[in-house]
């Protein structure tokens, strides 16, 4: 159940300097077998064990990139992109050809059209062809649900890269996989999640995925009428995790954060431009607000970046989220494997390279 945390001091636990004991959370290998042609839509679908071995396959793929680079050899994957992607997109193709595999792709398109020019051909029509072509598809569009769809008509695993303001699951695996990378856990860390948290599908799979990996404490801030929806705080409800809600930004860095996960307003949300600057500049990431914010806090953003981060932020040794990218390509790789059932050694599925150092 929802446990709010009160708008107080944190435990002190949680200060700068704090040893972070291994997350407790155990891969999942066996099952993780089971990830063989299966489609991805949500990470509500897969157990914290399987994310985690993913997480550690990701990390072993990096250390023996020279023996993945044949994995895919004659697999093709489409990738299916009816909304803009940069980041996504490209992740998926570059994890694909760095696995030895070919990709052929659509962007932008609603469907074939009829000769009057009116498009007619539905998500399922369209998904039921391509997966009679193609190993593995790969599908971003603006409609919530459209993953599940294309899932239920395809014959190959679907992966979904974004649907609507709804789920968009393998950034979440990129930024949890960055985070894990640096802190080692995914467990009891305080979690601030700043912005629009409405529409950014981004953040809604960040918090459900982290929420269930174990005892993290969410605080969520962002201007009223932008709180995160009611499905997603249910998802920390039904987990052991818990949130509260109310918190500036800078009180929240001043008591305490492990983790920070700014996300962007939209302009288009204020009348004027004058509004947006004023609100967005309370929920923005300075080197001011860096200086009070915990030493060794991750700063993570899904990206493209509008204002939530002061470029002069980037230089700081906190800011994850260009490394994001590469945690992405790398996990997106792991992924790949686990649905087209290529071989990885056994190792690789409880690999952490930081363990002589710890
Ligand atoms: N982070 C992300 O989803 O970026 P793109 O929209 O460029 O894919």
Not at 126 to 149: C, F, N, Q, T
Not at 246 to 265: C, F, I, Q, S
Not at 300 to 315: C, G, K, Q
């Amino acid at each position: 159940m929802t446990e709010p945390l009160a708008a107080g001091p944190l435990d002190s636990s949680l200060r700068v300097g704090r040893t972070i004991s291994s997350s407790p959370l155990a891969a999942d290998p066996v099952s993780s077998s089971s990830l063989v042609g299966r489609s991805l839509t949500a990470l509500d679908d897969i157990t914290p064990g399987q994310i985690l071995t993913l997480l550690h396959r990701a990390l072993w793929i990096d250390a023996h990139r020279d023996e993945v680079a044949h994995l895919a050899d004659a697999r093709v994957m489409a990738t299916l992109f009816y909304e803009p992607s940069t980041r996504t997109r490209l992740s998926f193709e570059t994890a694909m050809m760095r696995l030895g595999g070919r990709v052929v792709a659509f962007e932008g398109s609603q469907g074939s059209p009829s000769a009057s020019g009116q498009t007619v051909e539905t998500i399922h029509d369209l998904i039921a062809e391509v997966s009679r072509l193609d190993d593995l598809i790969v599908i971003r569009h603006p409609k919530e649900g459209s993953a599940r769809v294309a899932a239920f008509a395809s014959q190959v695993p679907v992966i979904n890269a974004g649907d609507g303001s709804h789920r968009h699951p393998t950034q979440a695996l990129a930024d949890i996989a960055e985070l894990y990378r640096r802190r080692h856990t995914l467990t009891g860390l305080r979690v601030g999640v700043v912005g629009d948290l409405v529409r950014s599908r981004s953040a809604h799979s960040f918090v459900s995925t982290l929420s269930r990996m174990g005892a993290n404490r969410f605080v969520l801030i962002g201007p009223a009428r932008r709180r995160l929806p009611a499905w997603v705080r249910g998802t920390i409800d039904a987990s052991d995790s818990t949130y509260c809600e109310g918190l500036n930004l800078p009180r929240a860095l001043d008591e305490g954060l492990d983790v920070v996960y700014m996300t962007h307003l939209d302009p288009a949300d204020y009348p004027t431009a004058a509004q947006f600057e004023r609100v967005s500049a309370r929920y923005a990431l300075t080197p001011a607000r860096m200086a009070i914010a915990p030493t060794d806090m991750v700063v993570l953003d899904p990206l493209p970046r509008l204002s939530e981060i002061d470029t002069a932020v980037d230089d700081d040794p906190r800011a994850a989220y260009f490394d994001e990218v590469h945690a992405g390509l790398l996990v997106r790789m792991a992924l790949i494997a686990a649905v087209l059932g290529l071989d990885l050694p056994e190792q690789a599925d409880t690999f952490t390279p930081w363990q002589e150092e710890d």
